[in-house]
């Protein structure tokens, strides 16, 4: 007897839209939706191919005649840091980093509002209000921890002050860093999206789990040329996923 407990899901194309990393092109995507029991092992079998969560659907580039966004991962177990990622690991060794469940607080919004409203002002983020953020945090049918970042508490106080936080799905075979942001005006916290990304690999060796999911990067695009700074990377291409050294 065929098992029918797992079915293959049904694809969407959405409508043609303004590209937010290259001007003058246009975007589309592909999406489905996750949800039931085996929502883990689809997202497993299509994040594999390229695709990425958001809520409760998975999408991935499917623009005419462009095919610049390429899906990035790094090998965890083979990752060196270099001299200046080491010496953030030392500049931020004194934060607390905390696996928390995917409840949203008010707190980790309004470090969200300060960062959308000083790194990006405009875009499809720009006008997320408190009751966007829970729905991107909470509503997750798959394993997923918000991880966060907090300094060291004054006198008198019981936990620091929240300066970052990453939303990260959990999968068989890594991490896979959903949305991260953090606090844009401390100057003496120069590095954070660098150091939070240091970490999620350390997390993912740790666990022997071989890598730590990216999302898309695109050649030229200066918004994404930071990922090339965590080799060995793994980009897939027509072939499967490439090293890239």
């Excluded at 798959?142 to 508490?153: C, D, Q, T």
């Amino acid at each position: 007897m065929t098992d029918q407990s797992f079915r293959l899901p049904r694809f969407f194309v959405t409508a043609p839209a303004p590209c937010p990393y290259l001007p003058g092109r246009m975007e589309r995507k592909v999406f489905t939706e996750l949800r039931g029991a085996n929502a883990d092992q689809l997202l497993e079998a299509l994040a594999r191919t390229g695709f990425r969560r958001s809520q409760n659907v998975v999408y991935r580039p499917s623009c005419d005649g462009c095919r610049k966004c390429i899906s990035v991962r790094v090998i965890a177990n083979e990752f060196k840091a270099s001299t200046s990622q080491r010496r953030l690991i030392r500049k931020h060794s004194d934060l607390s980093v905390n696996a928390c469940e995917t409840r949203a607080t008010s707190e980790q919004f309004a470090l969200l509002r300060r960062y959308l409203d000083a790194r990006h002002p405009v875009g499809g983020m720009s006008d997320m209000d408190q009751h966007d953020y829970a729905d991107m945090v909470e509503q997750t049918p798959v394993g997923s921890l918000v991880i966060e970042y907090r300094e060291p508490p004054e006198t008198g106080r019981k936990i620091g002050r929240l300066i970052g936080v990453c939303l990260t799905d959990q999968q068989a075979d890594g991490l896979s860093m959903v949305y991260s942001f953090f606090d844009p005006d401390l100057d003496d916290r120069q590095g954070m999206g660098t150091y939070m990304i240091v970490d999620h690999i350390a997390r993912a060796k740790a666990a022997g789990q071989p890598y730590v999911y990216l999302g898309y990067w695109i050649e030229g695009c200066q918004r994404m040329a930071y990922k090339n700074r965590f080799r060995p990377l793994e980009a897939l291409e027509d072939g499967g996923w490439t090293r890239r050294d």
